[in-house]
Nanobody, 123 residues
Framework: QVQLVESGGGLVQPGGSLRLSCAAS????????MGWYRQAPGKQRELVVE?????????NYADFVKGRFTISRDYAKNTVYLEMASLKPEDTAVYYC???????????????WGQGTQVTVSS
């Protein structure tokens, strides 16, 4: 059974920084894709950033976070991080980790979600 466990959310003032972590556990063979989504109250869940193993260090960022957020991966720990800087009140949302994971029990990669972590940007 695969689990994605997020941590690092909290309350931060505008202009501040936070670092989110998402650790995957289970019988993982590979994680060809990992990313972060967010959902603000009353809004649809939206992609923040995604990272593909095959693209090396390249990542696809949503325009609203380019230059402020950075995704990184620790392949040895099956962990993905989201460094968030210059945070704005409009970044307030529940942030979800998402991963496409191939396990020893499956023939094709499946999609998994974390439980979400709240990020609140407010003075």
């Amino acid at each position: 059974q695969v689990q994605l466990v997020e941590s690092g959310g909290g309350l931060v003032q505008p202009g501040g920084s936070l670092r989110l972590s998402c650790a995957a556990s289970g019988s993982i063979v590979s994680m060809p894709r990992m990313g972060w989504y967010r959902q603000a109250p009353g809004k649809q869940r939206e992609l923040v950033v995604e990272s593909f193993t095959t693209s090396g260090s390249n990542a696809n960022y949503a325009d609203f976070v380019k230059g402020r957020f950075t995704i990184s991966r620790d392949y040895a720990k099956n962990t993905v991080y989201l460094e968030m800087a210059s945070l704005k009140p409009e970044d307030t949302a529940v942030y979800y980790c998402n991963a496409r994971i191939l396990t020893m029990a499956s023939l094709v990669p499946r999609e998994y979600w974390g439980q979400g972590t709240q990020v609140t940007v407010s003075s």
